[in-house]
């Protein structure tokens, strides 16, 4: 595996650029949502939960790449990305036709689980304006030849060039052919990706890649499997310089065992599991992939990266919201071992 060469920071506007979808996360707080009658309204989506992460923990230059249909609800997403910090410029609005035939913008009511009642995700984000866009809505030789970017991240159906999350998801799949369908995309976007993330199930749903020893419900995460399925992976991709994966053993909703494991170099780099007490899950994987990157933006070596990613994804989980309200040292004294006592 080669090393992770960047360009120089002057030589670029943004740090990091992510491409994908940004939906209107309504949560029912401790409620259920077939029950509730309160939401509150946040932003989230996979990628851009890792550039608003880089932002406003790391203080990093981030921007968006995605489509909003022009109405209230996407005004809104607006206003809540431009209060992460993170370059809107790069939003694409597309006229609303009044009901949302044509376009529309994503929602995503998500539970957070309590004990032996675990998290629940619905979304209803069919027909929005990412979704229906083509590469040419986006001006490709402005953004990363003009004015330039010293990483893309991107996921689930959007192709890629630096890092790609494979961020499964079983109902987004499940009416257009499935985990095999889903095999077919992912093995394609991963030939043209450098860094690839996952979590302890997304390689073999989503590159049919077979861990040996780990159980249907993945209570069991052997290390030893997980190395071998890493390796297994750079034979396969040879075009990958880093492959890192999350490993979360959820006892119950709010108690996980949080870590991760990452070859780069051909060398392993292994962050064992520890309990975590979670409020909400939701985009502990996306925190874990900025902080990793955070660590290659910041001239840091793999170690420390991968070690910033399972401390930042474990700060994201204890507060409500797909994205991160950690800071850089918070982040620090995590990777330090630094207790929970209060701050005077």
């Not at 595996?1 to 360009?7: D, E, F, G, Q, R």
């Not at 689980?113 to 040419?136: F, K, M």
Request: contains cysteine; negative net charge; hydrophobic residues 40%.
């Amino acid at each position: 595996m080669n090393s992770i060469i960047l360009k120089a920071t002057e030589s670029c506007r943004w740090d990091c650029v992510s491409l994908g979808e940004v939906m209107l996360r309504l949560d029912p707080g401790e409620e259920r949502i077939h029950t509730a009658r309160n939401f509150r309204a946040w932003e989230g989506g996979g990628e851009y939960n890792v550039a608003r992460g880089l932002r406003r923990c790391f203080g990093m230059r981030t921007a968006i790449i995605t489509a909003l249909a022009r109405n209230p609800v996407g005004q809104l997403v607006e206003d809540l990305m431009l209060q992460g910090g993170v370059d809107t410029s790069l939003v694409r609005w597309v006229p609303y036709d009044g009901i949302g035939r044509t376009v529309r913008n994503g929602l995503n009511f998500t539970e957070r689980g309590l004990g032996l009642r675990s998290a629940v995700g619905c979304s209803d984000r069919g027909n929005t304006a990412i979704a229906n866009s083509q590469p040419g809505d986006f001006d490709w030789q402005q953004i990363f030849a003009a004015s330039g970017s010293r990483w893309l991240h991107t996921g689930g159906i959007f192709a890629a060039l630096s890092s790609y999350d494979l961020n499964y998801r079983e109902s987004l799949w499940r009416g257009i052919g499935g985990k095999a369908k889903a095999q077919d995309a992912n093995r394609e976007l991963v030939s043209a990706v450098d860094v690839l993330f996952g979590n302890e199930e997304d390689f073999s749903a989503a590159l049919g890649i077979v861990i040996a020893g780990v159980s249907d419900d993945f209570s069991h995460l052997p290390v030893a499997s997980y190395e071998a399925m890493l390796h297994r992976v750079a034979e396969l991709y040879p075009n990958l310089k880093l492959v890192a994966t999350t490993l979360r053993t959820a006892q119950t909703a709010t108690r996980n065992d949080w870590g991760a494991i990452a070859l780069y170099e051909g060398n392993i780099i292994h962050v064992p599991q520890r309990p975590l007490e979670i409020m909400d899950r939701v985009g502990g994987g996306d925190s874990f992939s900025s902080g990793l990157i955070y660590g290659f933006l910041a001239g840091k070596d793999a170690q420390w990266a991968v070690h910033c990613g399972v401390a930042h994804g474990a700060l994201a989980m204890t507060t409500p919201g797909d994205t991160s309200m950690a800071t850089l040292s918070e982040v620090e004294a995590v990777m330090r071992g630094g207790s929970a006592r209060i701050a005077r």
